[in-house]
């Protein structure tokens, strides 16, 4: 799992560069907040937590690892595309959309947090 999330945040990596690319070019910058985030959870966080979970496979192998990882990968997409999409047509309607996202990669970073403290030790 630890490699699946490190592979899985190039593809973060990858969108949040091209965003920021493309608002670079454009000199439109109102998916600022899009770009910052995909970047942060998406591309940092996740390379971060996959390398704990490499160094560390009782973190991997344990059920809070595999809740972290699902609810992470599942909340950021919806958290970003509801956000990008409530920015470019000022739907305050997807508001719910980003706050659903953005509750469940709350509750992966706290599956995480937990996980850490619990199954990270020097053997």
């Known amino acids: ?4 999330l490190i ?5 973060y990596f990858l969108i949040g560069v091209a965003l920021g690319y493309g608002m670079s070019i454009s000199h439109i910058y109102a998916l600022s907040p ?3 985030h995909i970047n942060l959870l998406g591309w940092t966080a996740l390379t971060l937590a996959g390398i704990v979970y ?5 973190a991997e192998k344990s059920r809070l690892g595999k809740w972290h990882f ?3 990968n599942l909340g950021l997409p ?5 956000l990008a999409v ?3 047509t000022k739907n305050e309607a997807l508001g719910a959309g980003t706050a659903v996202g953005a509750s469940l990669v709350m509750i992966s970073v706290i599956l995480f ?9 020097i053997e």
């Open 78 to 82: 919806i958290m970003m595309g509801s």
């Open 70 to 72: 699902w609810l992470h």
């Open 7 to 11: 592979k899985i945040s190039t593809i």
């Open 34 to 36: 899009v770009h910052v």
């Open 54 to 58: 490499y160094l560390f496979p009782n």
């Open 1 to 4: 799992m630890g490699i699946k």
């Open 113 to 121: 947090t937990i996980n850490v403290w619990k199954n990270v030790k």
């Open 86 to 88: 409530m920015i470019v």
